[in-house]
């Protein structure tokens, strides 16, 4: 199992410069992965992802990074390949990108942007196909319902062979968002099964793991990234870890607590959530938030 944080990038936390700060504590605390969310409009002040993601990869040297997740339907895609690979090329090759349909409707409609499910899985497959194409450094041409390509050219491709890892927004149980998700490197779990609303279990997951082999038709599953639940008894926590690992989970993705950018990265220095893991005493008890405020 490896652990990840999911980052605000809103609010309080709408400074890329507090957010690579808060990676480089997340790396030295022994977190496995940084991931920011791709929020566009909202009532409070947002950072872009992608320059949170270039802070996170200069503060960093071991850490993966990413965003959770990539509105892809929102998006040009030949862009997305650009800017992934450039941070890719940036951070060593520690990037995963991970994409869904969007589930905010007022990232899409104000802009012009289509909310109807049918178009965004369109343009979320074909966005998909563009982008391997992209980072293959050779010219590609590209006919689809949505978007032509004639003889497209970008260089240089990202340092990750033979791509980048990409990850797609699922949810439990069902069945066709998985399939896509199958034919590339992993799955982001929504937190709760979509048809109780109650929290993913490690049953889920074993199921999840199952279906994954089937479909990808190799024995293996890729990696299953998932929400757990928050819980501040240690002893359960570790045993939820456990369980998961067991059942097929391989990334813990910690939501960190919402009230603030300290709290978060008291959280942070506490380290991820392993048997052997008990905190960082050692590590410099600085405040973010006058960073933060000073900035506004």
Do not use: C, K
Not at 82 to 90: G, H, I, S, V
Not at 96 to 102: E, K, P, Q, R, W
Not at 121 to 137: F, H, N, R, Y
Not at 233 to 246: G, I, K, P, Y
């Amino acid at each position: 199992m490896r652990f990840g944080l999911d980052v605000p990038v809103n609010g309080a936390f709408a400074d890329p410069r507090l957010l690579g700060r808060m990676a480089g504590e997340a790396e030295r605390a022994g977190w496995d992965g940084f991931f920011v969310q791709d929020i566009l409009s909202s009532v409070d002040p947002v950072a872009d992802p992608w320059i949170a993601l270039t802070a996170a990869a200069l503060a960093t040297e071991h850490l993966a990074i990413g965003s959770l997740l990539t509105p892809l339907p929102r998006r040009r895609p030949w862009e997305v390949a650009r800017q992934a690979a450039t941070l890719d090329r940036l951070s060593g090759g520690r990037l995963i990108f991970a994409a869904g349909l969007g589930n905010a409707e007022q990232d899409f409609t104000p802009f012009g942007d289509p909310w109807d499910p049918v178009v965004r899985a369109q343009l979320l497959d074909e966005g998909l196909d563009i982008i391997l194409g992209m980072w293959s450094g050779e010219p590609f041409s590209y006919s689809g319902n949505h978007f032509e390509l004639n003889e497209a050219l970008l260089r240089p491709s990202p340092v990750q062979a033979p791509r980048i890892p990409v990850w797609l927004a699922t949810g439990w149980p069902r069945r066709r968002p998985l399939r896509r998700a199958a034919r590339w490197d992993g799955v982001y779990l929504m937190t709760v099964r979509q048809d109780t609303g109650q929290l993913l279990s490690p049953d889920d997951i074993t199921q999840i793991a199952n279906f994954l082999r089937e479909q990808r038709g190799d024995g293996t599953t890729g990696d299953i990234a998932f929400n757990p639940e928050q819980t501040a008894n240690a002893a359960r926590t570790r045993d939820h870890v456990q369980a998961f690992s067991e059942a097929g989970a391989t990334w813990w993705i910690d939501m960190g607590p919402d009230s603030g950018p300290d709290a978060y990265l008291a959280h942070i220095r506490n380290g991820p959530p392993q048997p052997e893991q008990t905190g960082r005493a050692d590590a410099p008890q600085v405040s973010l938030a006058m960073s933060y405020n000073s900035s506004v």
